[in-house]
């Protein structure tokens, strides 16, 4: 059974009284949780946040299946996403993402063996005019990086620990 640390409930907590709704706390609780959840949400996760939070659990559910930046399985300790809107595939996006898939000998959307890594594909992540573009997620970071080529993607994962 899931359970947020100590330090989690005290962000979550901390989040509820920067608004003025408690439903507007739930984007940053779910990203917290997440966190605390080997990088993704389940009912479990939404049924502890309820608690925390004094919300129904449906309307938890409601926010975190609309956005995307939830995950709804476990994914590897690195989540490359790579953005998949007009731009990103016009610029070699599609390529671009099966290069990187090849070289960690991973399938599109599930973890590595070594659960070092899982490859996504993203809705826009807001850098059409440096396209392609990734997003790399890690329990301790958060980070984009734009006019990728195959050789500079592969050097920024591989110098990932």
Known sequence: MFQLSNEGKQKVLSELKRYESR???????????QGENRGYINAEVIKELSNV??????????VFTFYTMYNKEAVGRHH??????LSCMLNGAQELTEHIC???NVK???ASKDGRYTVTEAECL???GTAPMMQITSADSDAYYENLTHES???IIRAMK
């Open 23 to 33: 439903q507007s706390a739930v984007l940053p609780a779910l990203y917290i949780a």
């Open 53 to 62: 939070m004094d919300i129904p659990e449906s309307q938890i559910h409601e």
């Open 80 to 85: 490359i996403q790579v953005c998949r809107t």
């Open 102 to 104: 090849k070289e960690l």
């Open 108 to 110: 599109l959307g599930e």
């Open 126 to 128: 807001g850098s059409c």
């Open 153 to 155: 993607a592969m050097n």
